[in-house]
């Protein structure tokens, strides 16, 4: 899988850097070994931003390196290397396969159940934009799944890519048939409209709809 070895090669790129602060460190059992400060700062925010992109926010791999990977030492970068170990061996499972559908499924259908309870509640605004962020991780956790990029490299940066591109780039290697691809970048264009203030409130059956074409969506496609 593409997107198994991109994630794959980056996660060895932290790796190397979180290697090169121990290379580096002063070997002193007598005291607490340090490692530079500034490099250590990269190590930390590139690996905490991959685990985040990758793994979710609220995940022990990410919860766990943030908690316990926080000062410029010899034994907390270690602490950071063992994490980083576990998230290789978790890639190189089926964990994008299985585990991460099975999470991103469950956080969706909850998601789609808050919908519609604003839809209930005669928020048709508020239904529309909870629905459109559903679509959005639900592109990106299928496209994620299937080999897809969810990112643009944007000054050596990782940007993730918007709903639409995905959306596009999906289609293109056949997950959907064409009518569920009309389908969708009509809802997005829908949630975006009703995510900006000044845009027209969609109406109550217009939402109604998208959520029941949404709903028969998240059942089809499986990642």
């Known amino acids: 899988m593409k997107n198994q070895e991109d994630l794959l090669a980056q996660l060895t790129a932290i790796v190397s850097l979180g290697k090169k602060l121990l290379d580096a460190a002063?070997?002193?059992?007598?005291?607490?070994?340090?490692?530079?400060?500034?490099?250590?700062?990269?190590?930390?925010?590139?690996?905490?931003?991959?685990?985040v992109r990758v793994f979710g926010e609220e995940s022990t791999l990410h919860q766990s390196f943030k908690s316990e990977v926080t000062q410029a030492t010899a034994s907390r970068t270690r602490r950071g290397m063992g994490i980083l170990a576990a998230a290789e061996k978790e890639l190189r499972g089926d964990w994008l396969e299985t585990t991460a559908g099975a999470l991103t499924r469950d956080i969706l259908a909850?998601?789609?159940?808050?919908?519609?309870?604003?839809?209930?509640?005669?928020?048709?605004?508020?239904?529309?934009?909870?629905?459109?962020?559903?679509?959005?991780?639900?592109?990106?956790?299928?496209?994620?799944?299937?080999?897809?990029?969810?990112?643009?490299?944007?000054?050596?940066?990782?940007?993730?890519?918007?709903?639409?591109?995905?959306?596009?780039?999906?289609?293109?290697?056949?997950?959907?048939?064409?009518?569920?691809?009309?389908?969708?970048?009509?809802?997005?264009?829908?949630?975006?409209?009703?995510?900006?203030?000044?845009?027209?409130?969609?109406?109550?059956?217009?939402?109604?709809?998208m959520l029941g074409g949404l709903a028969s969506l998240l059942n089809s496609l499986r990642y």
Not at 26 to 51: C, G, M, W
Not at 114 to 119: D, P
Not at 143 to 171: H, P, T
């Open 110 to 209: 909850d998601m789609l159940r808050l919908a519609r309870a604003h839809l209930d509640e005669k928020r048709p605004r508020a239904a529309a934009i909870v629905a459109g962020a559903v679509l959005e991780k639900h592109l990106r956790g299928l496209c994620l799944a299937k080999g897809i990029r969810i990112y643009n490299e944007v000054g050596n940066k990782a940007v993730d890519k918007k709903g639409l591109q995905l959306a596009g780039e999906a289609y293109k290697k056949k997950l959907f048939e064409r009518n569920d691809n009309k389908a969708i970048l009509a809802w997005l264009a829908s949630c975006e409209q009703a995510a900006d203030p000044r845009g027209k409130e969609p109406g109550m059956d217009e939402v109604k709809s």
């Open 26 to 51: 002063p070997d002193d059992e007598r005291q607490k070994s340090l490692v530079n400060e500034t490099k250590f700062h990269d190590f930390r925010i590139s690996a905490l931003s991959y685990l």
